[in-house]
């Protein structure tokens, strides 16, 4: 047999396995659902569910391509291309609001890792099961506020006659009253601890269910072989959770580019001297829809926030599956 020959017949029959790839795959899936047809079963409702809820909706997208208006309806708008994502790259704020989501963002996710682990360990460590449980449920609570109740919470602290700031606390270290909502130098620091107070909770009972699954036969061995508490923590605690710190951390970074609108704007109650220092996207998309009324310009501002989330999210889990592939969400 000839080099030609025998090269041909390798390339047929490629084309061969190729053409019967399709029918191979079309028949194991037919014969999955067939065999387990069942669960699909009780998949439909959720599937239906996540279909009607977060597919279809995705038609909106094209509202932050198109100058909306509305006796013509949507489809029949105008198309603006890209001219409504302009407005938050040109505008003079810009730089402002983009800045700020960002550094608050990446200062949220340190603290929501390492409070709520380090407060996950330590109730973990505690003999008595009925005190844990009630520092659990005391720490949960906040979570359950809404912000406008935690705003009101934040201004009988802050309040500036009435405050528990100045009105007990500041005159009894012997220091003048301060204008809380006047002072922008003051808010960056209260906002962190303002969602680190509401959202530690939530936090600290995901990784001490994660804790609490480490079987015990581990400690144990460290036990015998003499290691403290200090080690066992580094050892084996921090290691055996860190799948599930991971998971968290990339889906906080998947929301970097969202700005919790109710802590920027019910906390600081719109105060119009602090926005150099608490305006980030969201709160000003609201503020221009307010004063301009296109929701266009907030379609395009949601998608912007919505893809680059989408794609922090692959490009962090892309970097830990570089380190430790079994630690990455897929």
Do not use: C
Not at 83 to 104: C, G, M, Q, V
Not at 221 to 231: L, P
Not at 276 to 299: A, C, H, K, Q, W
Request: hydrophobic share 50%; charged share 15%; glycine share 6%.
């Amino acid at each position: 047999m000839t080099v030609e020959s025998s090269t041909t017949s390798k390339a047929s029959d490629n084309i061969h396995h190729t053409s019967e790839r399709p029918a191979i795959l079309t028949f194991t899936f037919f014969r999955t659902i067939r065999k387990f047809w069942m669960f699909y079963l009780m998949m439909l409702p959720a599937i239906i569910l996540l279909v009607l809820n977060n597919y279809i909706p995705m038609f909106g997208i094209i509202i932050a391509f198109k100058t909306v208006n509305y006796t013509d309806g949507i489809l029949r708008s105008p198309w603006a291309g890209l001219t409504n994502f302009e407005y938050l790259f040109k505008t003079s704020d810009a730089w402002i609001i983009t800045r700020n989501t960002l550094l608050y963002n990446s200062l949220f996710i340190v603290l929501n890792l390492i409070f709520p682990v380090a407060f996950a360990i330590m109730l973990n460590e505690m003999k008595n099961r009925f005190f844990s449980k009630v520092h659990q449920t005391i720490m949960f609570l906040p979570y359950f506020l809404s912000y406008i109740i935690i705003a009101y919470l934040v201004f009988g602290f802050m309040s500036d006659e009435h405050g528990y700031f100045n009105g007990t606390l500041l005159p009894a270290l012997g220091l003048d009253p301060i204008r809380w909502y006047f002072t922008k130098e003051v808010w960056p620091f209260i906002l962190p601890i303002v969602n680190l107070w509401k959202g530690m909770g939530y936090y600290t009972v995901i990784y001490m269910a994660a804790i609490i699954g480490i079987d015990d036969e581990y400690y144990e061995a460290a036990t015998i072989d003499g290691a403290g508490k200090w080690q066992q923590m580094t050892s084996i605690t921090l290691p055996l959770i860190a799948p599930i710190i991971t998971i968290m951390t990339l889906l906080q970074i998947g929301r970097i580019f969202n700005a919790d609108f109710g802590l920027f704007f019910q906390v600081t109650r719109d105060s119009g001297v602090l926005f150099p220092v608490t305006n980030v996207i969201d709160t000003y998309v609201y503020r221009t829809f307010l004063s301009v009324g296109d929701i266009g310009l907030s379609s395009a501002a949601g998608l912007l926030q919505s893809v680059v989330g989408f794609i922090l999210v692959f490009l962090a889990n892309w970097v830990v599956r570089r380190f430790n592939s079994d630690n990455a969400l897929f």
